[in-house]
């Protein structure tokens, strides 16, 4: 769970988490929450907590959660956002698509199944979202409902493979780690998850959406000309 000023939802999105019976080990990575976060995740069982003093951005929280996650054995990483944004109920269904070896990735979307609006994503989030992924799709070569989604199931095998260290700090690491998996040939599966926006899910403002926007534009356009081997680079490395 990569939290920031989470305190109002983490005890209910934690509680369900270990309600499905499959998690053995929640970790809570802060990234310089200025609430309660820290010291309500300190109380929780099975729970590993680290803190970022200073906040250092999305993506390097996510990038701590994923090497305390293999450090501490896991087989099968979930992330997700501990705003509640998300139900922990898919857990179970996520963790089989994994273990039975059919993928090792799988996305819980908000766009599948159509109900993204009606749970209260804002309309221009939803059509930021959908043109995106649409672009996103053209470059990459791919077929996903959303590349933004902060649900996600990895193998360990996988998550060892992607030069996480290589992308971004902040939001887009989304993105980037989405098409490093497509690049290196793995098949993504998506299962439909409800959504629930309310004012203690986190969501970030106009400009910076834009920003991310654009990042995932940058994305997409490197992996193409990574691709037709015009350029070199890091995210998208040859022959590893």
């Known amino acids: 769970m990569p939290a ?6 983490l005890r209910q999105t934690h509680a369900d988490t270990l309600a499905q019976g499959c998690v053995d080990v929640v970790i809570v990575v802060d ?3 200025n609430d309660e976060t820290v010291s309500i995740a300190k109380t929780l069982p099975r ?17 701590t959660c994923y090497r305390l996650a293999l450090e501490t054995g896991g087989d099968i990483i979930i992330m997700v956002h501990p705003d509640y944004q998300y139900t922990p109920k898919l857990i179970p269904a996520m963790v089989s698509m994994v273990d039975n070896g059919l993928y090792s990735c799988v996305l819980g979307s908000r766009i599948l199944g159509g109900y993204a609006v009606k749970g209260g994503m804002p309309l221009w989030k939803y059509i930021a979202n959908r043109g995106l992924t649409l672009l996103e799709n053209m470059l990459i070569g791919a077929k996903l409902s959303e590349y933004h989604t902060g649900y996600r199931a990895f193998s360990r095998k996988l998550l060892e493979r992607l030069p996480l260290e290589s992308n971004s700090d902040d939001f887009v690491f989304d993105n980037q780690i989405l098409a490093q998996i497509i690049w290196f040939g793995y098949a993504i599966a998506e299962i439909t998850c409800p959504t629930n926006y309310f004012p203690e899910a986190s969501s970030i403002n106009f400009w910076r959406s834009f920003k991310y926007g654009l990042g995932c534009l940058l994305t997409g356009i490197t992996f193409r000309l990574a691709k037709m081997k015009v350029i070199n680079s890091q995210l998208f490395p040859r022959n590893v």
């Open 31 to 33: 990234d310089g929450s």
């Open 4 to 9: 920031y000023n989470a305190a109002k939802t």
């Open 47 to 63: 729970t590993v907590v680290h803190i970022h003093p200073t906040n250092r951005g999305y993506g390097a929280n996510q990038k």
